[in-house]
């Protein structure tokens, strides 16, 4: 049975690698660059986390799942690519790349803050920068992936997309704290960090700038 | 009271982060994306050394005072920012925000060269590598920031900076093994480090191009 | 002496530092800056792949050779640059640049891949997981290298890259199971792992695309 910790973590994973697979789908990427972009989106905020708080081999490297999951996660977009083929309208494509994308990308804000809160907290970090290792979880894939297509990444663009993971990774904090092991409540912190980066996309919120004659 | 190595991987996480948040302002990013920006550009260096000589975790995670020093920078280039706005005009403003930045990134380098290649002899690297750490120490974090920003790293740009990183981890390697705890010959090494790079840039000094019919 | 699986690490480190340092000088970068993409490409991957597995401190700051082979390597590329200088026509030059980049670039694949997979199984790892480092040690190096100038990492691009080193990786995998020490075999396995990516370039072979209306 899979250990509820690592759900989360498997979860983030699938998702990541999912946003990692159809960012390389819309580059037009080959399969090769597919599954390579989809591994490293997936792997990356995970491997990122585990280097900083100490876990040697990282969770990817030691668990089989990881490596299976995000695979999984690419071949199923490739899957999906396929089977549209044909059916529907280039103007239809873009739309489902985009819609799919967008949720993906918020499933994994949500699963992986949850997640990388968690396991900084059980290697004896104290709850603050728990959070941040759960922000750099969240973040981190992406961060990855968008370097590596040479785009500034978007936790870094005019978007709601640090503030839900910190929320997120806060929630956690407290999850973990009061109540350990109190699944339903996690579940509803990763859905609730999900649901306010897809909320602040369609509602098109943005943080403020700063003054400047531009 | 802050142990001297700690200040001056403190004031190289305040210089760094500062020189982050500024870039964050030119490039027009929202006041997360400052903050975003200042912190991995504050932390990014130090980060990449503690992963390399092996602190687990590393020290921006297991001090409170790296995070809070790098929002402070950040902060207080907003507030730089708030508090122009308006008084100055176009012209003075960029020409503001590239002197402010030029001060700390060469601050950067001085004080990260120090605290860099300081650590890392503590934690037992012989003088070489450990002087190899404080240039990454320096130099990592406007790598890692001008990565974010999909730019080339200034270190590989026509400039002074690689070399008075590199001058400034080989005096702090000589003034760390000679006479350690000498503080104010540690922060004399830091202020030429700075000073050299300031010097390079005014009076425009170049490393040699290699021979190509271009 | 030359301990057998650190000649392969070196033999990566040489040509995966001269990669760097030919693409600097594609680059126009200057004499520094060569020197640092050089070494960054030479010790960037096997540094990740120390890191990942645990080895504190990674072999580039433990070992002394690890430096000095990515500088030789470094300069032996400025060398040839001054040598040619005036001698060849343009055109001579670019394509003397890039024959020689794309060798020395096939010849970091094989040495990694079999230096990245011993490694790691030498430090425990099961054998997907090993060959797994094994293609990361050999593609981190150049993805480190393409994205310090801002360009997408060629085990992206359309070419025949990571194939060659996972299955070099995998063939290093078999050699270091059942004939553990075998030099002529993990020769053969890194001279296949570079040749394939040659043949590759040369016959254009490339992975399929997804179907897409574009």
Chains 1, 2, 3 share one sequence.
Do not use: C
């Not at 968690?118 to 104290?126: N, P």
């Amino acid at each position: 049975m899979v250990h509820l910790p690592i759900l989360f973590d498997l979860l983030g994973v699938f998702s990541a690698a999912a946003s990692g697979a159809l960012t390389a789908v819309r580059k037009g990427l080959d399969l090769v660059g597919i599954l390579v972009l989809g591994a490293a989106t997936g792997l990356g905020g995970g491997a990122v986390r585990d280097v900083l708080i100490g876990v040697h081999p990282p969770a990817f490297l030691a668990d089989w799942r990881y490596l299976t999951t995000a695979t999984l996660a690419s071949l199923a977009v490739i899957a999906a690519q396929y089977q549209a083929f044909g059916v529907e309208s280039e103007l239809r494509e873009r739309a489902r790349l985009t819609t799919a994308y967008l949720i993906v990308d918020s499933l994994t804000l949500g699963f992986f803050a949850v997640s990388g809160t968690g396991k900084a907290l059980r290697y004896g970090l104290a709850p603050v920068p728990a959070a941040l290792m759960g922000v750099l979880t969240a973040v981190g894939g992406g961060v990855i992936r968008d370097m590596l297509i040479a785009e500034v990444p978007t936790v870094l663009r005019r978007e709601f997309y640090a503030i839900p993971a910190a929320i997120g990774s806060l929630i956690a904090d407290a999850v973990n704290r009061y109540t350990p092991g109190a699944t339903p409540l996690a579940f509803a912190a990763a859905a609730a960090t999900a649901a306010l980066r897809l909320i602040a996309v369609r509602r098109d919120w943005h943080a403020q700038l700063p003054p400047a004659r531009r």
